[in-house]
């Protein structure tokens, strides 16, 4: 069938994304569990690599196996599809769940009052991240907190003032949470807190937090990307808010690829 063709053609591999992602977990646990991907690859690299083998793939209108994920602007710029996950290797819909170190609200109640309000919906999150191509992430968060005032206003408005005290947030070097972590970091300022924002692994996101090295972040995907090393630290963390709902992952491919499930693929 189309999937024997398709499978051959792209060689049995996935094309993955960083070693230390969620994802890539959650797709070494797809290749164990589906026979139709028994000795299939999984290529991991960088985001930026994926990204490129998929616009290649899309400009020579070939067929390509990604390691996908929601918001990003992938989904925007390309006609894209999941392929079905009968197996629930990859979960189902996630929420980007902001987390604290357990103390912070205590110690930070201004700032934690403001995380419990602080969200996005995923529309406008994607459309962020397209204009992120062209224009810095930091500049993007800038202008979207200079136009959205009257939001941020509500957000901080009952909030005590943070009188110069200092937050870590972490976050991971994804697009999305460098966009939401940056305008974080902005609305956190105007109520009067110094913010610091690190990039780290995932992994690191929670052993930070659970150590007390850090304060809080908005990059943890749960229940299932991040779901290991949430159930590992969760004594030490405190569940703020779900600031992003209706996220996703699994393997992505072109619209124009004749496959609908992760079944229809072949060993
Ligand atoms: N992602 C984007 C990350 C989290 C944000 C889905 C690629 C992951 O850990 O898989």
Known sequence: GGGTNVSEEVEHTIVGIEPGAGATVATEEAVETYDSLNGWEHETASTAAMLTSLGDAIKAEEPVV???????????KWDLKYLEDPEGAYGGSEQITTLARTGFEEEYPGAYQILEKIGWDISTLEELMLKAQETPIEE????????NQDKVDEWIAEAPEGEGKSIELVMTPWDSERLTGNMT????????????LTPVD????FEALAQGDADATLAAWLP?????FYEEHKDNLVKVNEAITGAKIGLAVPEYMDIE???DLEP
Do not use: N
């Open 185 to 196: 970091k902005r609305v956190l300022e105007q109520k009067g807190y110094e913010v610091t």
């Open 202 to 205: 995932p992994a690191i996101v």
């Open 224 to 228: 299932k990307t991040h779901g290991s």
């Open 140 to 147: 993007v968060a800038q202008t979207w907190i200079d136009e």
């Open 66 to 76: 990604v390691v996908g994920w929601s918001p990003h602007y992938m989904f925007a």
């Open 261 to 263: 499930s992760i079944e």
